[in-house]
Structure formats: structure tokens, C-alpha cells
């Protein structure tokens, strides 16, 4: 089955430090990986869609500078998050999918804290 | 914003009964994905309806949507505490390649 793992699960970095995490699809091609920000009220923010042999697309208040993001093959994607501040907590999602306009597969998140 | 301004629902249930969850968009589409997310984890798509399918059956779950209203539903029949989890309505973002955009959620919380 199509599996997506990602990793580190939790982190903690200081503020003004930069933390990068990862996003490995087992079983499918990674067409497109979405990157989300789920919010400890639950609501979902999409950051960004990457599919391959196309530009990154970024939402509107998330920008290549804060978030930059790498999809160098059709397995593997990760996101930095640059110069991390107390308004970046949350709970970063990936999601991949192997066709376009299909259904996305979700890892279990990078929880990022900053202190 | 794509769906209503409705906060993070809580539903709190005894096992063995049944509960139905609501959302309401406010752009055309014509699928709508059903995802439940478990502690800890990312959210899992469980099921989808289609505009031509007003109703959906997979198991105890049941799904409706309501094109005229903007709305759909999620049902499950005889809940039991492996159901507790947060669930999604979510549509494809209009406009370029898909992704979802998920609605605010409901959290179920079923009781032994």
C-alpha cells in the first residue's frame, strides 16, 4: 500500500534557529507533495504544492524564503522551516499523491516547538 | 475561505449510537473527501462522494452531499471507541493541480 513517512516526529528548536524535516513515500511515485500547517486548533493551512518537473507553488503568507522546499526525486521531499519563531508552532503535514488530481497520502507530521 | 467560519466541533457519544457530522462549502465542486484523523497522526482519507452520488456507503460510514446546498454529511451507524478521532470534510482547491483544503473538523469522542 502507499505509504508516507515522515520524520523527525517532534522537535523543539530556539527561536530565531532553523529546523528542516522530511517527507519519504513508500509504495508510489510522489508526483505532488503538499505541505500543511495544522494548528492545535486543528485547522489545516496549506503552505505549499510541489510536483515534479513544475515550480513550487506557495500559498499566500508562506514564501520560498521562510519555507524553502526540495522534491528532487519521486520518493522524497522536505521543508525548512528558516528562523523559526513562536508563531511557527504547529503540527507540519505532508501529503503526497502518484497521479494528478488523486487522492493524497498523509505522514504523521513533524510537531515543531519553539522555545 | 472556502467553508463556513465554523469552529473545531466536539461530539461526545456513548458507544453503540449513531452520529452525523455536517459541513458546508462555499465554491462549486464536485467531490467531496471525507478524512478522520487519529492522535498523533496525519489525516486519513476514508471516504469520498461525487456530485452524481448523493449518497455513499462504506461499512458503518455513510455519506451524502448536497450540491444545492453546498453541503455534506458523514454518518456512522453503531459508533463504537475506535471511531474517536477528528474528522475532515475536505475539496479540491480550485485552480492548478489538486490538493485538498480541508474544513474545520469535528472531534468524536465515543464512550465504552
Known amino acids: 500500500g502507499a505509504l508516507v513517512y515522515q520524520y523527525p516526529r517532534r522537535t523543539i528548536c530556539k527561536s530565531g534557529t532553523s529546523m528542516r524535516m522530511e517527507c519519504q513515500a513508500v509504495?508510489?511515485?510522489?508526483?505532488?507533495v503538499a505541505w500543511y500547517r495544522q494548528s492545535p486548533q486543528k485547522t489545516f493551512e496549506l503552505i505549499a504544492l510541489?510536483?515534479?518537473?513544475?515550480?513550487?507553488?506557495?500559498e499566500q503568507n508562506f514564501t520560498q524564503e521562510k519555507f524553502p522546499i526540495s522534491h528532487p526525486n519521486l520518493s522524497f521531499s522536505s521543508m525548512t522551516v528558516l528562523n523559526a519563531y513562536l508563531e511557527d508552532r504547529g503540527l507540519y503535514l505532508c501529503?503526497?499523491?502518484?497521479?494528478?488530481?488523486?487522492?493524497?497520502?498523509f505522514g504523521s507530521g513533524t510537531r515543531l516547538l519553539v522555545i | 475561505s472556502q467553508w463556513g467560519e465554523e469552529n473545531l466541533q466536539a461530539l461526545s457519544i456513548q458507544e453503540g449510537e449513531d452520529v452525523t457530522m455536517n459541513c458546508s462549502y462555499k465554491?462549486?465542486?464536485?467531490?467531496v473527501h471525507w478524512y478522520r484523523q487519529d492522535s498523533g497522526r496525519g489525516p486519513a482519507l476514508i471516504i469520498l462522494?461525487?456530485?452524481?452520488?448523493r449518497e455513499k456507503r462504506s461499512g458503518r460510514l455513510r455519506a451524502t452531499l448536497d450540491t444545492s446546498s453546498q453541503s455534506s454529511s458523514l454518518s456512522i451507524t453503531a459508533a463504537q471507541c475506535e471511531d474517536t478521532a477528528v474528522y475532515f470534510c475536505?475539496?479540491?482547491?480550485?485552480?492548478?493541480?489538486?490538493?485538498?483544503?480541508f474544513g474545520k473538523g469535528t472531534s468524536l469522542v465515543v464512550h465504552p
Open positions: 465554491t462549486y465542486t464536485t467531490v
Open positions: 501529503g503526497a499523491t502518484g497521479t494528478v488530481n488523486s487522492d493524497y497520502t
Open positions: 475536505a475539496t479540491p482547491t480550485s485552480g492548478g493541480n489538486y490538493k485538498p483544503t
Open positions: 462522494i461525487r456530485s452524481n452520488e
Open positions: 509504495g508510489f511515485q510522489a508526483t505532488s
Open positions: 510541489s510536483t515534479v518537473n513544475s515550480a513550487i507553488k506557495y
